[in-house]
């Protein structure tokens, strides 16, 4: 985790043991990862594109197409046992987030 990258997380996940922490680490750039794509500059579709692409090696299983927090999200899952729907979760969360406009329904 570089230092543009750490948050207030950084320290807690620091007292964890270091297997652990390693995996924190892993989990946390590839949620900044996705959510950099969501609220970055260009076009939704682009956004979305770029999403649906992580979307589609996180189903697959498989290796990412190179080294980076999506092949670290693949070894976490086989590692450690991340459940595939709960990344796929994330990535679907950041492909709401790339909406030119996000509307969400009230509790009414």
């Known amino acids: ?3 543009k990258t750490r948050s ?5 996940m620091r007292l964890l043991p270091q297997d652990r922490r390693r995996a ?11 959510d950099d794509i969501a609220d970055g500059e260009g076009a939704a579709d682009g956004k979305r594109s770029a ?9 697959q299983g498989g ?3 190179a ?5 670290s999200m693949l070894a976490l899952m086989r590692a450690h046992g991340v459940d595939k729907a709960d990344a796929l979760a994330v990535v ?17």
């Open 1 to 3: 985790m570089s230092a």
């Open 8 to 12: 207030s997380f950084y320290w807690a």
């Open 24 to 34: 924190m680490f892993a989990l946390y750039a590839f949620c900044r990862a996705v």
């Open 51 to 59: 999403l649906a692409e992580i979307r589609n090696v996180l189903e």
């Open 63 to 65: 290796e990412a197409p």
């Open 67 to 71: 080294p980076g927090p999506v092949s």
């Open 92 to 108: 679907a969360g950041m492909a709401c987030d790339a909406a030119p406009e996000v509307r969400m329904d009230d509790d009414a």
